[in-house]
């Protein structure tokens, strides 16, 4: 496997989890292959986390993956803190649908998508969604500067150390610069969406796990 990551990344050649739905939002030519595994170790996005280098974000292809309920892995389990000090528990999120963001401030295509994910949450607010930000590589001035330029208004758990990404490994990999899940009101991943979150998907996504889909 290449030491320095690729401009974008597909998803894996070997045969993923099954999928209710499987929308392919974008074709990009001349994409490597990447072996989706639940062990850090594998993790191409999880081992940068971890290095705390300032190689370039990992592009996703803007692939969508809806898992079938049969299919989700157990209930997510982690903890991290916001930028202000607050600490976040997912035993907290019970009985919530919850949308997690992997981004930091650097990333061309997490600005595209801010003002996106800022309308959804505002507009699945009153349902008692949940959204948060997982910034990977930002300190407090770096991303409380972005979230002023797009108006994100939604809080952000800082991951410079690469724990809650680390966490996220064994459920369904990131493996992307941006990452989007959807965690059901289960505390499963419902869905996945790699690279520039479609607004009109993610809405359609938040919808379904909602619904109990």
Do not use: H
């Amino acid at each position: 496997m290449p030491q320095n990551p690729p401009t974008a990344l597909a998803t894996s050649s070997t045969a993923p989890p099954s999928r209710r739905r499987f929308f392919q939002l974008s074709a990009l030519s001349g994409l490597g292959t990447f072996a989706l595994s639940a062990c850090a170790s594998n993790d191409s996005l999880a081992r940068q986390a971890n290095a705390g280098d300032n190689k370039n974000f990992i592009a996703g292809d803007g692939s969508v993956a809806q898992y079938a309920k049969a299919e989700r892995k157990q209930p997510v389990v982690l903890s991290g803190k916001l930028f202000d000090g607050t600490a976040v528990e997912s035993a907290a999120w019970k009985g919530k649908v919850v949308v997690l963001n992997f981004w930091y401030a650097a990333c061309s295509p997490c600005r595209l998508e801010a003002p996106r994910l800022e309308a959804l949450y505002k507009e699945f607010k009153p349902n008692g969604v949940l959204f948060y930000g997982v910034n990977i590589r930002d300190r407090e001035p770096e991303a409380a500067a972005f979230e002023r330029t797009f108006g994100v208004t939604y809080p952000s758990m800082e991951d410079s150390d690469g724990g809650v990404l680390l966490s996220m490994t064994q459920y369904v990999p990131p493996q992307a610069v941006p990452t989007t899940l959807v965690i059901d009101t289960s505390g499963r991943v419902a869905s996945r969406i790699l690279g520039t979150a479609d607004q009109g998907t993610l809405k359609a996504l938040i919808s379904d796990a909602l619904a109990g889909k």
